[in-house]
């Protein structure tokens, strides 16, 4: 076939999670927010969350897409406009948008009146902090949070709010020999087809070009608030003390120099993989409009483009990618579980955004279901069986990652299940039983690669991350950002809330986030030189001694 | 009657100091404080008054626009030579008007009420806020007050001296750098006050949350719906003021 056919190539550097080695700790929450939202404005805010499936996630019901009006629809001519109204209803809903999210139902912030416990006269009674709202700044009681169902998803009063298990109506019976539950973390999903960039009147959310990465430029952000109704995982937030809408930003400055995300890096479970997918972008569109939700999961499939087709080498370099990329993209784990493997699904495709965060299913649902009536939850038989019999969780799965069809369901728990079953066998010391293999169509080989990948889960195999274009000489190019979009007043970039101030971290001119500022820090940090100019000395570490270089301005003699 | 100095002063030389104030200002405004451009939405905190007060409060105040614009623009020779009698113009114009001008000032005022009693907005509320809400409610209240009374002494065949003949041709002649200081004087006291309102309110355009209008997001009628920008450079220059304009 003729290289014409391919259109032009974009790459994306994507996400998976696998599910069954969640085990709800928020510990890539916590991180994120104390790498990206510690700062007042975004209290309520979480670009990374973990929700307790089933049940009603953050913000409350989100999936309730006839009440948000997230995500696309498709028109009856078959094109696709904002589900929440094209430009002109969006323009004339601009005073005040009737899908917004109001504080309450994401939460209402508070902190403790910590003040009190020193103040407070002496008497018989120990003082208390009392909650505080952040909003209003009057004490308040704490009825719900970002995770406020954490761990209680099974349960007949939360999980019966879940959008989805009332979709599934009767099916879903919240009985205790029947419940199930596993956790679901969620970041901005990067989209292909981003609603939220399509959403935003003033043009100031926008899909980077050569990672894929989903931002809001500050500076032009005008605070319409349309995005936010447009993003259906509601992963766009509204900052309520400058008047912009933030997001996830994927750890673009950790991504530009290879390293993966605050989220995965700390992941505990060691659950999320990174890498770069290629796709073709003018089959994006199209793809994201076919008539069938259930054939959205394979378009979307089609979409991303094989790295190890030459051809899709020679479209790729035509279009400018460079060859580090294109060869990341070879080894790229994403490609790997997404393309080949077939494990990883979307995050509902019928929003018709195509996410780019990918989830491998659990299979501890129906494990801990075979197991807990006595059978052995790792033979491939009893396993197979029970994918076919338990229908909850199939389809209760089927309508979060494949638009409600069970068969790509079915055949990733399969495959996840004869993977456990061949590699039993193997660590029994027993032979490797190929039939498993062949039974999911896979072979023994693909699946000890795919258990070196989600089992051993090596951190170099984890995160297949190239660093930005144009950073070293090969890309003929030198990398001369200036700012970082993140260095504002109060922002994240800025390190720290309220500004500059005069002792400790955050103290003198801020350092902006950039390639060369990490390699210059690297440097610092494993060399026993000092490398560069000297800048300044902080005078809390100095012990007395010396006169360590950089403690004085340089003399005029040594400028000249 | 004969100009007094104090006339010059007013329609002769301020307008054009607001003009400077309110460009050069929008230009700083837009060099250093793009961060502080925005809406400054406050509708995460309280929706259910927003829903009815904002859009009542801007639609109208767009009609208003519209009606200055064609009041201050277009000449009464031109109206007169489509067939458009007087009496017809000034039945349209102030009925509109009126209409426009109550739901302006109903929406204000719903939206101030709320501003007031819903905790959270109002902690939002910045000093610079609170001026900019004190100024266009008297020229929404001093505006809704001429048409009002332009209308009564129209229907008691009073003596009430027409704006097209004094403050439109004021207003045009600014343009052409040739203030008619004579007309603007002849005009009624109401008008002066409202005229020097409105002129207060532009020259805080700039320095207010007022500076969202400028970026009324016309362009998104005409852009593709997904935006793509390369990484690129940033701009160079430093945007970061000590303190936001609306603070």
């Known amino acids: ?560 | 009657m004969t100009p007094t100095s104090l006339d010059y002063l007013a329609w002769g030389a301020l307008p054009y100091v607001v003009l400077a104030v309110l460009v050069g200002g929008t230009v700083w405004r837009y060099r250093y404080d793009r961060f502080g451009w925005t809406t400054r939405s406050s509708q995460l905190y309280e929706s259910r008054l927003l829903r009815i007060a904002s859009p009542v409060f801007h639609f109208g105040l767009l009609v208003v626009i519209v009606g200055h614009a064609v009041g201050l623009l277009i000449p009464e020779s031109w109206t007169h030579a489509v067939g458009l009698s007087d009496e017809a113009y000034h039945v349209l114009a102030l009925s509109m008007g009126v209409i426009a001008g109550i739901a302006t000032l109903g929406g204000i005022a719903l939206l101030i009420y709320r501003r007031r009693t819903t905790g959270p907005v109002f902690s939002a509320t910045t000093v610079n806020d609170k001026t900019m809400y004190l100024v266009l409610t008297a020229a929404i209240v001093s505006g809704l007050a001429v048409t009002l009374l332009s209308a009564y002494s129209g229907f008691t065949g009073g003596v009430e001296v027409d704006y097209r003949q004094t403050v439109s041709v004021w207003f045009r002649s600014i343009w052409v750098l040739q203030p008619d200081v004579a007309a603007m004087s002849a005009a009624s006291t109401g008008f002066k006050i409202h005229v020097l309102i409105g002129l207060g309110l532009f020259s805080l355009f700039p320095f207010s949350r007022l500076v969202h209008a400028f970026s009324a997001p016309v362009g998104y009628l005409f852009r593709p719906y997904i935006v793509y920008r390369s990484r690129g450079r940033e701009p160079a220059r430093s945007t970061r003021p000590v303190r936001r304009g609306w603070s």
């Not at chain 1, 390293?259 to 994006?284: F, H, I, K, N, W």
């Not at chain 1, 784990?333 to 019928?350: D, Q, R």
């Not at chain 1, 396993?383 to 969780?393: E, K, S, T």
């Not at chain 1, 001694?545 to 340089?554: E, I, Q, S, T, V």
């Open chain 1, 1 to 560: 076939m003729a290289p014409e056919r391919i259109g032009k190539v974009m790459a994306q550097v994507a996400m998976v999670m696998n599910l069954d080695k969640c085990i709800g700790c928020h510990t890539c929450s916590v991180t994120c927010k104390q790498a990206w939202t510690n700062r007042s404005g975004v209290e309520y805010v979480w670009f990374n969350n973990v929700e307790t499936r089933p049940g009603q996630g953050y913000p409350r019901r989100y999936e309730d897409q006839e009440r948000w009006e997230g995500g696309w629809k498709r028109t009856r001519t078959g094109r696709l406009k904002p589900k929440a109204g094209g430009r002109l209803k969006k323009l004339a809903t601009i005073f005040a948008n009737p899908k917004m999210p109001s504080i309450q139902d994401y939460y209402e912030p508070w902190t403790y009146d910590y003040e009190n416990l020193i103040t407070a006269p002496l008497g018989d009674d120990i003082p208390v902090a009392r909650p505080r709202s952040l909003i209003s700044g009057e004490p308040m009681d704490i009825s719900w949070s970002a995770n406020w169902d954490d761990d209680l998803g099974g349960g007949e009063e939360l999980g019966s709010q879940d959008p989805i298990a009332q979709k599934l109506g009767e099916q879903v019976k919240f009985s205790f020999e029947e419940t199930f539950m596993f956790y679901l973390p969620r970041i901005c999903e990067h989209c292909l087809n981003p609603s939220c960039v399509a959403s935003c009147p003033s043009g100031a959310m926008y899909k980077r070009a050569e990672d894929g990465i989903v931002l809001v430029d500050q500076d032009k952000c005008r605070g319409w608030r349309m995005c936010v109704t447009g993003c259906p995982y509601k992963k766009v937030y509204f900052n309520h003390k400058t008047g912009k809408a933030e997001k996830c930003t994927l750890c673009y400055p950790r991504i530009e120099v290879g390293q993966p995300t605050v989220c995965s890096e700390t992941c505990v479970g060691r659950l999320r993989y990174l890498g770069v997918v290629l796709y073709d972008a003018e089959r994006v569109r199209a793809a994201a409009a076919v008539k069938d939700e259930e054939d959205l999961y394979p378009a979307q499939l089609e979409v991303l483009l094989d790295p190890n087709d030459p051809e899709v080498r020679a479209a790729a370099r035509r279009d400018g990618i460079p060859d580090r990329w294109i060869e990341s993209a070879q080894r790229s784990p994403i490609h790997l579980l997404v393309k080949e493997f077939g494990v990883a699904l979307p995050l509902h495709p019928e929003y018709r955004t195509m996410p780019m965060v990918w989830y491998i299913p659990p299979l501890s649902p129906v494990v801990d279901s075979l197991t807990s009536t006595g059978h052995d939850g790792e033979d491939a038989g009893n396993l197979f069986g029970a994918i076919d019999a338990l229908r909850i969780p199939v389809e209760y799965l089927a309508e979060l990652f494949t638009a409600g069809d069970p068969a790509p369901v079915e055949a990733t728990l399969r495959k996840l299940a004869a993977m456990r079953s061949y590699m039993r066998r193997i660590n029994l010391g027993q032979d490797r039983d190929e039939s498993i293999a062949e039974s999911v169509g896979m072979t023994g080989t693909d699946i000890e690669r795919m258990y070196r990948l989600l089992a051993l889960a090596k951190y170099d195999e984890r995160y297949v991350i190239p660093t930005a274009y144009g950073v070293d000489e090969t890309d003929k190019g030198v990398i001369e950002e200036i700012g970082c979009s993140l260095d504002f007043d109060g922002g994240p970039g800025m390190g720290g809330m309220g500004g500059p101030t005069p002792f400790g971290e955050a103290s003198g001119r801020p350092e902006p986030a950039t390639v060369e500022n990490f390699h210059a820090l690297r440097d610092r940090q494993t060399s026993d030189e000092r490398s560069g100019p000297p800048r300044r000395v902080n005078l809390l570490n100095w012990d007395g001694n010396g006169r360590p270089p950089g403690l004085f301005p340089p003399k005029k003699e040594d400028q000249a």
